[in-house]
């Protein structure tokens, strides 16, 4: 026969061991404190354990007893969260959203949707940093719910685009890097010549792209744009980063832009697919242009 534990139980342990005595705990809960002791008798018997220990003035859990309260306390827990998340699903809004962004915009700059979304529902939101073919990969496969990322040159008719600004770029490498002695150090065959340091493409299964990187050039492969933006303070090599990301680290002086004017504008959108539509996704929707426009106006 199988032994089965009520929730009912779980609250009466949980009172209990909280409030101090069965009698505090059944005032609490509004039952006679003899309901209580029949209960937790029954449960002792029930589970072939012995909860409290009886044999000082005042009745204490036992080990078993203690492990009973500590365990339960956590089902009671799932079980609140489990009502939550579905009293927020019959409402339209989802549990979790995850929204990707290509390593060149800064996550400082999304942050203020967590609290803005939280006034809202307790969606849980999950910010994911992708890479060049990652990122509509990340969208297609369903690793994210929304896209923030350079607009493509193709995508495909299940996927809504909304142009939200523009992104600089620019080449930068450390004061003390021999690139900066050169007339024209972007010229193709004098960054040949000197270490270039990319970021790998997050793509699971798509080929992975690289850009601005030149046959025969010597290579650092990092795994994320802040890996890269050590290495460039380092003086490990040259590269190209977003103004936002790279510009307190000019003023420092701990990085040089390459070159007279070398800025490079892209497109940057919000993707996500038609097809899946929740509150939560479209509060953000909503919220991400205007953002952008106050980061970057």
């Not at 193709?154 to 770029?169: N, R, Y």
Request: proline share 5%; net charge negative; with cysteine.
């Amino acid at each position: 026969m199988n032994k089965l534990l009520s929730f009912e139980a779980l609250l009466v342990l949980d009172a209990i061991e909280r409030r101090g005595s069965f009698a505090a705990a059944s005032e609490e809960l509004g039952r006679a404190p003899s309901s209580l002791s029949y209960q937790v008798q029954k449960l002792e018997q029930d589970l072939d354990l012995v909860i409290f220990d009886r044999s000082g003035h005042k009745a204490a859990f036992t080990k078993a007893g203690r492990l009973l309260l500590e365990r339960g306390r956590l089902l009671l827990t799932a079980a609140d969260e489990m009502i939550s998340d579905a009293s927020a699903l019959a409402h339209g809004w989802e549990l979790d959203i995850t929204i990707a962004y290509d390593g060149l915009v800064k996550l400082d700059h999304m942050l203020p949707l967590v609290d803005g979304l939280a006034k809202q529902s307790k969606t849980r939101i999950r910010f994911q940093e992708e890479i060049l073919a990652g990122c509509w990969e990340a969208l297609a496969q369903d690793r994210a719910d929304l896209l923030i990322a350079p607009a493509p040159s193709v995508a495909p008719p299940e996927v809504k685009i909304q142009p939200i600004g523009k992104l600089d770029t620019i080449w930068v490498a450390h004061p003390d890097h021999p690139i900066h002695q050169h007339e024209n150090p972007l010229d193709p065959l004098v960054r040949q010549q000197y270490r270039g340091i990319a970021v790998a493409d997050t793509a699971r299964s798509l080929p992975p792209l690289t850009h601005n990187i030149l046959d025969e050039q010597p290579l650092l492969t990092v795994s994320s744009m802040y890996d890269k933006f050590v290495a460039l303070k380092v003086g490990m090599g040259i590269a190209t980063m977003s103004t936002c990301y790279a510009e307190e680290a000019i003023k420092n002086g701990e990085l040089v832009v390459i070159g007279d004017d070398p800025v490079y504008e892209l497109d940057m959108v919000l993707a996500w697919n038609r097809s899946r539509m929740g509150k939560a996704k479209t509060w953000c929707i909503q919220h991400i242009e205007s953002l952008w426009k106050k980061q970057f106006k």
